[in-house]
């Protein structure tokens, strides 16, 4: 099974990766973990996979292409793990995700010299990510030690917003606390927010804090979008406490 993660949107670039899969290995199952990731958020990636990698089963090759860097000296990287496979730029991405695995082989994907400079998905990593599909792993690149390192920032009560989801609710990477009430502090400005075990609990055109489905607070507008309201982007430190 490949899985494909990718800031590519509803666009034919997503279709073209598919084709090269399945040119190389014809009988695997292709699944869309999400192609709608803001672009070129690595942020925003990272948290993903980070959070929904384990529910595959195990030998699943994930193919992620939130690459900024496309074109550039930037390397290309396969990771094995005990139980997963992970191809993607060296740009950070698979970092959260790895660390919490046992990483058992690295290997730099070589970049041919007639790839396109601005889509890798289709000429680099489509390709590995179906020969390690196929079972090759070791044949994809040649051995390296380290990656690159992202690591999502928190610090006590403050963090990041990780991602704003297409309801417009605000993602962050901080656990909630057993209050009724917190202080926000984002985009230097201050709130007071209700905390609200579910949607409908919240008032009309009240923005509220709820815990989303990775255990980590969020930011929403019941029946509305709270990012319209707050206007904030992945990546912004907010402090909630």
């Given at each position: 099974?490949?899985?494909?993660?990718t800031?590519?949107?509803?666009?034919?670039?997503?279709?073209?990766?598919?084709?090269v899969?399945?040119?190389?290995?014809?009988?695997?199952?292709?699944?869309?973990?999400?192609?709608?990731?803001?672009?070129?958020?690595?942020?925003?990636?990272?948290?993903?996979?980070?959070?929904?990698?384990?529910?595959?089963?195990?030998?699943?090759?994930?193919?992620?292409?939130?690459?900024?860097?496309?074109?550039?000296?930037?390397?290309?990287?396969?990771?094995?793990?005990?139980?997963?496979?992970?191809?993607?730029?060296?740009?950070?991405?698979l970092?959260e995700?790895?660390?919490?695995?046992?990483?058992?082989?690295?290997?730099?994907?070589?970049?041919p010299?007639?790839?396109?400079?601005?889509?890798?998905?289709?000429?680099?990593?489509?390709?590995?990510?179906?020969?390690?599909?196929?079972?090759?792993?070791?044949?994809?690149?040649?051995?390296?030690?380290?990656?690159?390192?992202?690591?999502?920032?928190?610090?006590?009560?403050?963090?990041?917003?990780?991602?704003?989801?297409?309801?417009?609710?605000?993602?962050?990477?901080?656990?909630?606390?057993?209050?009724?009430?917190?202080?926000?502090?984002?985009?230097?400005?201050?709130?007071?927010?209700?905390?609200c075990?579910?949607?409908?609990t919240?008032?009309?055109?009240?923005?509220?804090?709820?815990?989303?489905?990775?255990?980590?607070?969020?930011?929403?507008?019941?029946?509305?979008?709270?990012?319209?309201?707050?206007?904030v982007?992945?990546?912004?430190?907010?402090?909630?406490?």
């Amino acid at each position: 099974m490949i899985v494909l993660l990718t800031d590519f949107g509803q666009s034919e670039y997503v279709g073209v990766m598919k084709a090269v899969i399945y040119s190389i290995a014809g009988q695997t199952k292709i699944v869309d973990l999400c192609h709608s990731i803001s672009p070129q958020s690595i942020i925003e990636a990272s948290w993903l996979l980070k959070n929904n990698y384990k529910y595959f089963p195990k030998g699943t090759t994930f193919c992620c292409v939130v690459d900024p860097g496309v074109g550039t000296e930037r390397k290309a990287v396969g990771v094995k793990t005990e139980e997963y496979y992970f191809v993607g730029p060296d740009n950070g991405l698979l970092w959260e995700t790895l660390d919490e695995q046992k990483i058992i082989d690295i290997r730099q994907i070589p970049v041919p010299k007639n790839a396109s400079r601005t889509f890798h998905g289709r000429d680099v990593f489509a390709k590995a990510a179906a020969n390690i599909d196929a079972g090759n792993f070791e044949n994809i690149g040649e051995k390296i030690s380290e990656i690159e390192k992202l690591e999502l920032y928190q610090k006590d009560r403050e963090g990041i917003v990780v991602r704003i989801d297409r309801f417009g609710n605000i993602v962050t990477n901080l656990t909630k606390q057993n209050k009724d009430k917190y202080s926000v502090e984002i985009a230097e400005k201050e709130y007071t927010m209700r905390y609200c075990p579910n949607y409908h609990t919240a008032k009309e055109d009240e923005l509220f804090l709820i815990e989303g489905s990775n255990n980590t607070l969020e930011i929403s507008l019941r029946n509305g979008n709270a990012n319209r309201k707050l206007k904030v982007e992945t990546g912004e430190k907010i402090k909630i406490s």
